[in-house]
């Protein structure tokens, strides 16, 4: 199948359900509204923020969304989509990416790293966004590690702003008494759930839209279908719903029906 010949069948202007959409492309539903608005404060505040949510809810997207809207004169930002580096692999990426060579010696690297971080705000006037995704991943010593990072003595204000975006995961663990020490210093936490079922069909019609179809292309069958099985997770919205679009221009429609919803998600069941 060639993606030019399913653009012209439907008369996309671009392929939809797409990862390339700039951040004032996004459909603005009530999750990710709320996602963004509380990063934001967190990067305002220079707080600790644990943005929490399923795999493909959308986590890392409201994190760009909110990074977007910063004046790059004024804030650094340092993301971390690879946790399995390990604490030196963190501490190493702040100090590199702040203009320092890491030490060696790891019981150096921390105080390197807190220097470097204090120093951006204090001589470059500049505040520090330290984002790790994927943070469900880390272990007791990287998320202690990353703990000390934010505790310069007598409780002063750490001179960044942190970031951890994980999986449901995350939030019951820090629940846990071995990490109280970080715990108590979360200023905000929130879980994005899924799309409404209203919010899916407003989400499917934005797409479409962006590529150039702003007439009803997909059946409300076939949209109620795609929203029971993913769960209003906007990955898997995306992904069934061009599973949908391919099967019904392998049948040769010109809508989106229930049954070509359904042969998608037979495809995705099959995976």
């Known amino acids: 199948m060639s993606i030019d010949r399913l653009r012209a069948h439907y008369g996309f202007s671009r392929m939809p359900f797409g990862k390339d959409l700039a951040p004032g492309m996004l459909h603005a539903h009530d999750a990710h509204a709320q996602a963004v608005a509380r990063i934001q404060w967190c ?76 120093a951006e705000s204090t001589e470059r006037g ?39 975006l994980g999986q449901p995961t995350l939030r019951r663990r820090l629940r846990q008494s071995t990490f109280a020490a970080l715990d108590q210093r979360i200023a905000v936490r929130y879980a994005i759930t899924g799309l409404s079922a209203e919010e899916t069909q407003s989400y499917v019609q934005h797409h479409l839209a962006l590529a150039g179809r702003s007439d009803t292309l997909f059946s409300d069958d076939a949209i109620g279908l795609i929203h029971e099985v993913s769960r209003g997770l906007p990955r898997q919205v995306n992904n069934l719903a061009v599973g949908s679009l391919i099967a019904a221009f392998a049948a040769k429609k010109a809508i989106v029906d229930e049954s070509a919803a359904r042969a998608a998600v037979a495809d995705v069941a099959a995976e």
Do not use: W
């Open 43 to 118: 990067i305002s505040e220079q707080a600790i923020g644990v943005i929490s949510g399923e795999c493909g809810a959308g986590k890392t997207v409201a994190a760009r969304a909110a990074v977007a809207s910063l004046d790059a004169s004024r804030h650094t930002v340092l993301y971390l989509g690879t946790p399995g580096v390990g604490l030196r692999g963190i501490y190493g990426l702040i100090v590199s990416t702040l203009g320092g060579t890491p030490r060696f010696h790891h019981a150096a690297l921390i105080p390197q790293a807190q220097e470097l971080l204090a």
């Open 126 to 164: 500049k505040q520090v966004v330290l984002m790790i995704d994927e943070a469900h991943l880390l272990d007791a010593e990287i998320l202690e590690g990353v703990r000390c990072l934010s505790n310069l003595g007598m409780d002063q204000t750490a001179p960044f702003c942190l970031l951890l």
